[in-house]
């Protein structure tokens, strides 16, 4: 089977919990936008990313506040950074990067805190269900174009699940592709 599906990118960004984010800021977390996954937004603050290698500033934070800390970086910040981060799905941790971020009031060095983000495409229960697809299931992406492939995805579902794929701008400057494209999810 197959559907067309938009391309959403995904910058560097960072999830935090509420303590950590304390830590670091002396400001509420205030949202700067809304981000097509109901419900989550880019807050206005940022944080610096810091190893001994380099460092990321302006890295936004993805709100609201998580259960866990998670960096997710491209592999060119990797590389920037000095740090070989795992790909991942969200929220699988164990053995990723140690990192540094800095806030206004603060600094932290967390551990096992940052990835490579799989490419996923979220959607709802209501969708993944239609579809006849599961969680964490493996499907292709037809890209089309001047540089046209085929990509490997995940099925990441969720209440708040709006449809579209997700992948950093490493992988989306590989494809030719622009956030608003569409693609062909192919499963």
Known sequence: MERKVTVGISNHHVHLTEEVYHNLFSTPLTKKKDLHQIGDFASQQVVTLKTQKGILENVRIVGPFRKYNQVEISRSDAYFLGLNPPVRNSGDLEESEEITLAGDIGKMTLKNVCILSTRHVHMDYQLAEELGLINNQKVKIQVFG????LLDAFIKISENGYFELHL??????AAGLKNGDEVKMLF
């Not at 001047?146 to 492939?149: E, L, M, N, Q, R």
């Not at 950093?168 to 400057?173: L, M, Q």
């Open 146 to 149: 001047d540089k046209s492939c």
């Open 168 to 173: 950093d701008w490493d992988d989306a400057n």
